[in-house]
């Protein structure tokens, strides 16, 4: 199972740092990915880390200003957010798949994280 945190309220230009803990599962043999689904839209994929390697993707709407992590000992992904902006807000959920690409086909994703909601707001 996969548990999403650190969601939150914070002001346009600030920092966010989601989790993801995994239990039942070993983190580090799994794709990760992190989607968000704000009002009104699909969910998309904003950053993928490659299974036992440090590969990582990004949408273009949140390179240079996301970062996908993880950490094995801890058995645990994060997504450090920065420069957020009001278009960023939506709920987040973490998603671990077997393959060892980044797709964006939700269905690849075994394992989904609950959700945390990022609201970025002043």
């Known amino acids: 199972q996969l548990q999403a945190s650190g969601g939150g309220l914070v002001q346009p230009g600030g920092s966010l740092r989601l989790s993801c803990t995994a239990t039942?599962?070993?983190?580090?043999?799994?794709?990760i990915a992190w989607f968000r689904q704000a009002p009104g839209k699909e969910r998309e994929r904003v950053a993928c880390?490659?299974?036992?390697?440090?590969?990582?993707n990004y949408a273009d709407s949140v390179k240079a200003r996301f970062t996908i992590s993880r950490d094995g000992a801890k058995n645990t992904a994060y997504l450090q957010m920065n420069n957020l902006k009001p278009e960023d807000t939506a709920v987040y959920y973490c998603?671990?798949?077997?393959?060892?690409?980044?797709?964006?086909?939700?269905?690849?994703?075994?394992?989904w994280g609950q959700g945390t909601q990022v609201t970025v707001s002043s």
């Open positions: 039942g599962l070993t983190l580090r043999s799994y794709t």
């Open positions: 880390i490659i299974r036992t390697s440090t590969t990582t």
């Open positions: 998603a671990a798949a077997e393959r060892g690409i980044c797709t964006h086909d939700e269905s690849d994703y075994r394992y």
